[in-house]
Structures are given as structure tokens and as C-alpha cells.
């Protein structure tokens, strides 16, 4: 689901046929289309491809690199990037073991909390970004060393590895004996950020302020609130990843996202810049950013099962990123040329 | 080179060890599955050959995570499955975080044995096979100790802080210096070096430092044994004693030079080897005896040594020998002790 902030540049008059035409050039059509041929493509020639257990497996790492998507894009709005999103998910799961571990708190206490400390770290993000008028790149680049460092220190870097049985039961949940819970999750949350950007004013005032800042201010637009406030959200999605994983391993592990949380970063950007979120701010594609994830990894698990070389999955992957950078410039080159944006 | 001659040498361990070969699956298809890139499991890659071609197993297949990372193992682990892999040789990329995958492999069929590091029961796996990591670092340090002549400081240089077996070696380690009654201390434990980059910066700096107050040097991770090898060698002071862990080319070569004062062989190529054959077995109608005499360790109580030896200056080169020894024990004992077969 793209949600533009402009008016549409088709004219009403074209009627249906130029509404068909909208979806058949939409970029959500597109990779709806790539998924199929490549899905098609790997089932033809592997016969686990398309094996329950292989679509299980796919599906929930989709539910996961979706969440992670997520936590990016809504930063990617305001035109800015958190490169932290790795270490918040990291120090929110680990917030999340505490809670449930050391504290015995029930789940339904440790899960909220964890997702709160999540979105009080973007907050501390956004607040710098904000005051400091430093680009997010330099902001979030020092904060993923603080906020992975004084979680290291503080656990030193010992996972809790005696959670309760159902988290990781719900990694395991397969919804109608096939569907990952964890895919059924970054779906219901994918319909929430929907509605969020494109009926509440909350979310139109985000979009507002990250397509054109100056023209929002003046429109009344406090876009300062609204740069931490998409931080803060993406701060929580992160955590909401980052509990994802542990119940995929039923452990919070500091090293879940590799060293400073880094091995999240390519995936954060591929799935929303894949799914049509412009780079430059003031448009998401909430169902584009699902759909990227998709596409990302059913070529990742047709690889991994080719056996083309485990370490040429991460090389294609980084092209991948480059085609849809280069695609989101000509993107935007083509909406800016239509009024757009 | 070097490989050429390892490849060699783990052949010619296999082909002594062959007597007594029993019909195989051939459907039997195993994945060897370290948890990330690391010159440990290189031999793993042999071994799962080798097994291929002595015990007519369909395929033992040595598949490496493209980092160090538990979700990338988990992933990669889910993938195999999918291709069809229906036994699993697995060094545990955590304690437990591997266990769900596992748990997964096994509801579809498969079956697992944690390699070389261990799950935490309950676990799925069948059971844990790996160097009683523990014992090898306590004797590795009581080697050193008698090199010092039973007094002095002693530094430790270890492996990944998320491998399980870091902690129970920093402990070992303790255990066999606080038996010298204070006459001997460890002054420092550097972890979360098993990497060229991170070695070679902590161990150089901190040898420039403080060399003169290191009387020995006790290594338990491969990469680490490797730079406090060539750190030594760099000071030329053989001074300062050193155990080392593993066989890489230049702990051996610092042993014949007098640099390093010994080494700690673990048998990675063992536990490919017959972990392969044990899996291929339990497929093929054999099962675990009852009675089966099940060591303990920290995290599991069905834990099977897959042997340590120390080599000094005088077994240097006889190390294949060493290994060939320990490999063929191990081997043995399962057909003795914890295979019953009809």
C-alpha cells in the first residue's frame, strides 16, 4: 500500500482504465510479479522448495524481515535513517530476558515493556537528531556503539537462555498447521501502520513533515515532535523485531544481530527501498515494504538451496540493494517529473 | 601445500580406521554445520569425504553459515532440511538458541547430534560428541604449570564470549591454578579474540605491556594459540612458557623451535568422521544401548569425549599418529559401548 501525500497527477476523468494502469505501474504490482516468477522459478527446480516445512521456514523469516523493514521505513519518512535499529532490537530483547528471567515478570508485563524501552531509545534518537540538527546517519551511527556497548556491559554478553516455554512455542506456532505466527504478526502490524499513515492525522502529519518540512512548518506542522516521534516508532518496531528473534531461537542472545547489531542494516533497507519507499522521505509503502522482505527471501532461500555459495547470497543481496537505490532515484526522478512530490 | 598434506594425512586416518565397514543407508544424506567460518572445522570437511567413501554413506556434506551468527546457522540449518538433509552434525551456535531449529529437524523426520559443542538439556539432539573442553584447558594449564616449574603468572587467551565452551575453559583454567595453593596465578583471561583482527590487537598489545610480568601462557581457542605463537616468536624470549590448543601449522612449528612449549590436540576430524558414521547408523536400523556410558558436562548429561592429547616437542611430528589413535578409539568404543546393532 503506497500513501502519497500529494494529489494523485492522473487526472479523475481517466476513469477506471488509468486506475488499472496506476496498480499495473505501481511498484507493489511489480514485485508481486517478481515473487511469482521467482518463486516459480526455484519450485521448478527444487523439489524441497515448495515442501510445507521450506514454506514455513520462508514465511517466518518474511514475519521477521518485515518487522525489521518496518522499523526502518518509518524513520526513512523523514527522509533521515536509523543505523541503530540492530542494537535497540538487540537491547530490547535483552530487556525483555531481564524482565522475564531475572524479575520473573509475566509475559504479558516483559513483552510491552521491552517494546516501551525500544521506543524510549528511538525517542533518545529522535531528541538528538532533533536538537542537534546532525544528520541521522551521524547520530544513529554513534548510538548503535553506545546503546550495543552498555548492553554488552551490562549483561556481559551472557544470553538468557531460560525463558519462558512459550516464547519460544510461538516461534514455532504454525496458524492453521502452515502460516508462521510470526509471519501473522508483521502482517496485522503491516494493516496498523496502513491505517496509521493513511486515516489518522497523526500519520498524514508525518508524511507532511517528511516530504517538505519548511511547507509543513508553516502549515502548522510541529515537525520537530513529529521526526521523534518516527523514531520513537521506529525504536519500537525494532524491539518488536528483536522479540521476534528470540522467540525464533526461545533465547535472548546479544550476538542475534551480529556485532553492533549490524546484520540487520542490509535488511532494514531492502525490504522498504525494494517496496517504493522513497529514500528522500514523505512516502511510504507499507505493503511494498512486506513485499520486499518477500521477494528478498525467497531468492535468499532458492539460493541457499541451489547451493550457490553461502557467502555469494550476502553479494547478491548488496546488489539487490544498489538495483532498488537506483531504482528509488529514478523513482523519484519520475514522481518529482509528475508533480508528485 | 599445507592442506594438500592435512588432506593426506586425514586420509590415511581413515584408511586405517577402516575395518569393519557395515551396510549403509545410502539415503542417509548428513550435513556437517559448524556455527560460522573458523579453521577448527576445516577437517569436518574431509571427515564427512572420507565417511562418504568408507561407510557408503549418501552424502556428509560440510556447509558453512556465512557468519559467525545464530540466526544465519538457524537459516541455513532450515534450508538443508529443506533440500532433503535428513541427519545433522551441528556445532551449537548457542546453547540453546539452537535447540528450536533443532527441535524443528527432528519433528520433520531428521535426527541431530550437537558437534563439538553441546545443547543444554532437555535438547532434541541425540547427544553431544566434542573435546571434554573443560578437561583439555585443566590439562593444558597443569602442562604449563610444570613448565613454569609450579609458579608464576599466567595469562589466558580464549575464544568467543557466545561459544558455550568459553566460560567452562576460563574455569578450568582457575581450577588448575587455584591447586597450586597460590603459587601460581591467572593475571588475565583475554576472550572474544578466536578472530585474526581482534587477536592480533588485544594479544600484541598486551604482551608490549606486560610480557615481563607473564610467566606463562595458556591458550584454549585456536586463532589466539596461533598470535601468541607468533608473538613469542617475535620476542624470541622463551622465557615465557606456552600451551597451546589445536594443531595449526605454526603452533607445531613454534613446538620444534622451542617457542611454544606444547599443544593441546582436540579431534575435529573424529567427530566429522564418526559422528557421520553414528548417524548413517542410526538410520540404518542400530540404536543407542540403555547402558550407554554417557559422560556429563555443564550442560548435558549425555555428553561422549572425542578425545584430547598433549604434544610436546618429542610428538611433534608424530601428531597425525596422535590422532589417528584417538579417532580410532572413538570409534570403537561407540561399537562397543553405544551402538546395539541387530
Known amino acids: ?341 | 601445500m599445507k592442506s594438500a598434506i592435512r588432506t593426506l594425512a586425514l586420509s590415511a586416518i581413515s584408511t586405517l580406521l577402516l575395518a569393519g565397514a557395515a551396510t549403509a543407508d545410502p539415503e542417509t544424506k548428513v550435513a556437517l554445520v559448524p556455527g560460522g567460518p573458523h579453521p577448527y572445522f576445516s577437517a569436518w570437511e574431509q571427515a564427512g569425504k572420507d565417511a562418504v567413501k568408507d561407510f557408503g554413506i549418501g552424502a556428509a556434506d560440510y556447509r558453512v553459515p556465512q557468519k559467525w551468527e545464530l540466526s544465519q546457522q538457524s537459516q541455513l540449518l532450515e534450508s538443508l532440511l529443506s533440500q532433503g538433509y535428513n541427519s545433522f552434525l551441528i556445532f551449537p551456535g548457542d546453547a540453546v538458541g539452537t535447540t528450536p531449529v533443532v527441535q524443528e529437524i527432528v519433528e520433520n523426520g531428521g535426527q541431530a547430534l550437537a558437534l563439538a559443542g553441546c545443547l543444554k538439556d532437555p535438547t532434541p539432539a541425540l547427544f553431544c560428541m566434542g573435546t571434554d573442553v573443560a578437561n583439555s584447558a585443566y590439562l593444558g594449564t597443569k602442562e604449563l604449570i610444570k613448565a613454569m616449574g609450579g609458579k608464576g603468572s599466567i595469562a589466558h587467551f580464549t575464544g568467543f564470549l557466545v561459544d558455550p565452551n568459553t566460560q567452562l575453559r576460563i574455569d578450568a583454567v582457575q581450577k588448575a591454578a587455584d591447586e597450586t595453593n597460590g603459587a601460581v596465578k591467572v593475571i588475565q583471561v583475554i576472550a572474544d579474540i578466536d578472530a585474526p583482527q581482534p587477536a592480533e590487537e588485544k594479544i600484541n598489545a598486551y604482551l608490549a605491556a606486560h610480557a615481563a610480568e607473564v610467566d606463562g601462557i595458556v591458550t584454549t581457542a585456536w586463532v589466539p594459540a596461533v598470535t601468541a605463537a607468533n608473538a613469542l616468536r617475535k620476542i624470541g624470549d622463551k622465557r615465557i612458557k606456552m600451551v597451546g590448543i589445536d594443531h595449526d601449522e605454526v603452533v607445531l612449528k613454534a613446538i620444534k623451535d622451542g617457542f611454544v612449549n606444547g599443544t593441546m590436540l582436540q579431534n575435529p576430524y573424529g567427530q566429522g568422521y564418526v559422528g557421520s558414521y553414528v548417524l548413517d547408523k542410526l538410520r540404518s536400523g542400530c540404536t543407542i544401548k540403555e547402558s550407554a556410558p554417557w559422560a556429563k558436562n555443564a550442560l548435558t548429561a549425555k555428553f561422549v569425549d572425542s578425545g584430547t592429547v598433549f604434544v610436546d616437542a618429542s610428538q611433534v611430528d608424530t601428531y597425525v599418529d596422535a590422532m589417528r589413535g584417538i579417532t580410532k578409539t572413538l570409534k570403537e568404543n561407540f561399537d562397543k559401548d553405544f551402538l546395539a546393532c541387530k
Open chain 1, 1 to 341: 500500500m503506497s500513501i502519497e501525500t500529494s494529489p494523485p497527477a492522473v487526472p479523475e476523468a481517466a476513469g477506471g482504465t488509468s486506475q488499472i494502469q496506476k496498480i499495473l505501474f505501481s511498484n507493489e504490482f511489480g514485485l508481486v510479479v517478481l515473487i511469482v516468477l521467482a518463486f516459480a522459478f526455484f519450485a521448478s527446480l527444487l523439489p524441497g522448495f515448495s515442501a510445507p516445512f521450506s514454506l514455513f521456514a520462508i514465511g517466518r523469516q518474511i514475519g521477521i524481515d518485515t518487522m525489521i523493514g518496518f522499523a526502518m521505513m518509518a524513520v526513512i519518512v523523514t527522509g533521515g535513517l536509523d543505523l541503530s535499529v540492530g542494537a535497540i532490537g538487540v537491547s530490547a530483547a535483552m530487556v525483555f530476558g531481564w524482565l522475564c528471567e531475572r524479575l520473573g515478570l509475566p509475559l504479558a508485563v516483559s513483552i510491552p515493556g521491552a517494546i516501551l524501552f525500544g521506543a524510549l531509545l528511538g525517542t533518545i534518537n529522535g531528541y538528538a537528531v532533533v536538537r542537534s540538527g546532525v544528520h541521522s546517519f551521524i547520530i544513529t551511527l554513534a548510538s548503535m556503539s553506545i546503546f550495543f556497548g552498555v548492553m554488552i556491559f551490562l549483561t556481559k554478553a551472557e544470553a538468557f537462555r531460560g525463558l519462558p516455554p512459550e516464547v519460544a512455542a510461538l516461534g514455532r506456532l504454525k496458524l492453521g498447521g502452515k502460516v508462521s505466527a510470526l509471519l501473522a504478526i508483521s502482517v496485522a502490524v503491516c494493516i496498523a501502520l496502513s491505517v496509521f499513515y493513511r486515516y489518522t492525522t497523526l500519520g498524514r502529519r508525518v508524511l507532511a513533515a517528511g516530504a517538505n518540512p519548511r511547507a509543513a512548518e508553516v502549515s502548522g506542522v510541529r515537525t520537530g515532535r513529529m521526526f521523534i516521534a518516527c523514531h520513537a516508532l521506529t525504536g519500537a518496531l525494532a524491539a518488536l523485531a528483536g522479540l521476534m528473534v528470540t522467540a525464533r531461537t526461545g533465547a535472548a542472545v546479544p550476538s542475534m544481530a551480529g556485532q553492533l547489531g549490524q546484520d540487520w542494516l542490509l535488511p532494514a533497507f531492502l525490504a522498504p527501498v525494494l517496496g517504493g519507499t522513497l529514500l528522500s522521505g514523505g512516502r511510504v509503502a507499507v505493503f511494498g515494504t512486506l513485499l520486499g522482505a518477500a521477494f528478498v527471501n525467497v531468492i535468499t532461500a532458492g539460493l541457499l538451496q541451489l547451493r550457490i555459495g553461502e557467502f555469494w547470497i550476502q553479494a547478491c543481496l548488496g546488489l539487490m540493494l544498489l538495483a532498488a537505490v537506483l531504482a528509488d532515484r529514478g523513482r523519484h526522478v519520475l514522481l518529482r517529473r509528475r508533480g508528485l512530490v
